[in-house]
């Protein structure tokens, strides 16, 4: 049986630990016949700690300096021309902290995934722990979803649930979902390179089913 090889493209802006999940869970690994592979790990970021754990890897790295272009434009262009080059089969956001341009997600489209901290469709944007908090939820969690052009609005792939707790700080109520961002994220990477999951018609597709909110408990 042929064995066929996916490669990964991970872009990051930070430490990194969704992306550490993602090396240790699939990097390098066969895994029914499909060999995965990240081939680079793109930052905008020249010292974020997400690099240094691909280097450990021995996974190439690429920084892509913002200050050097005159706009949003120009950054994604440079991303495009990075991302060509490696004919990656999967854009994977984490902890990725710009927001991609139309002309980006339309030449990727249903190519990149990224995860949110919060239950989407609540709570899109920054700072959703103290927002959930604040507004007394009792519950939180993070989504997985495919990128489209309106922020943090493509349909949700996959979706974890953690309880909020009466005296819950902003930092635990954090570590708590992270902790499931972990689990959820290699996992939906792993259902798109077997080619069980896809976009199609703004719905997220898996095994042939429209995903309505699949929920990981």
Known sequence: MTKHTKKIVVLISGSGSNLQAIIDKLHNKTIDNVAIEIT???????????????????????????????????????????INVLQTDLIVL?????????????????????????????Y?????????????E???????????ETLDSGPVVLQAKVPIYKED????????????????YPLAIQWFLFSRLKMQDDHAILDGNILSIYSHD
């Open 124 to 136: 899109t944007g920054l700072n959703t722990h103290q927002r959930v908090i604040d507004a007394k």
């Open 138 to 148: 009792n519950e939180h969690g993070a989504s997985v979803h495919f990128v489209t």
């Open 169 to 184: 700080t902003e930092q635990e109520l954090a570590k708590r979902v992270l902790i499931q961002e972990h689990q959820i």
């Open 94 to 122: 984490a902890g990725f902290m710009r927001i991609l341009t139309a002309a980006f997600v339309r030449r990727f489209s249903g190519k990149i995934l990224n995860i949110h901290p919060s239950l989407l469709p609540k």
């Open 40 to 82: 680079a790990v793109i930052s905008n970021k020249k010292h974020a700690f997400g690099l240094e754990r691909a280097k450990k890897a021995s996974i190439q790295t690429i920084f892509v300096d913002a200050k050097k272009v005159n706009s949003r434009e120009a950054f994604d262009q440079q991303l495009i021309k990075e």
